[in-house]
């Protein structure tokens, strides 16, 4: 969906490639102002507790009634970490640290970078919230590997356990095309 107005001025847009740029972009011709659209970054955490992590069943769309990681959009004047420490927060009311960055996952046709972090739970304390109707804690046995919400999540999940399994943890940097995200 192109933007239609200009976010200064209100005046109606039209799409045009500035002066020396190379992409067509919504420009207000009455106020000068050009709308940049740009990829936006989602943070969140693998959070682990003993020999579990932590998931979400997601109470909202998109995808309500499957199953994924805290994670959300990062915020303006915040660090990715805070962020991905945030959604914990607010999706599974789950207070934790973290490790290390663990997941950096580029999706260029639907315009998102994901960045997860591993991090460690404070204690067993979690709860449900507006976000989420159900969180608890699981293994690779015990996951629902068939309701996973985002590719992005589901590729993280397989990498997680594939690690845990060799006993080292290492920064995945991967790429999720249109023609791939199902498989
Ligand atoms: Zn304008």
New binding site residues.
Partial sequence: MPIKY?N??G?PTVIKIPHGDNLPRSV?E????IQYENPKVIVGCIAEWEDKILLCKRAIEPRLGYWTLPAGFLENNETSQEGALRETLEEANAKATIIDAFSLIDIPHINQIYLLYRAQLANASFSTTFESSEVGLFDETTLPWDEIAFAAIKKSLERYFDDKRKGIFSLHVETINASTQNK
């Fill in positions: 200009c200064q001025c005046t207000c009455s106020c000068g102002f």
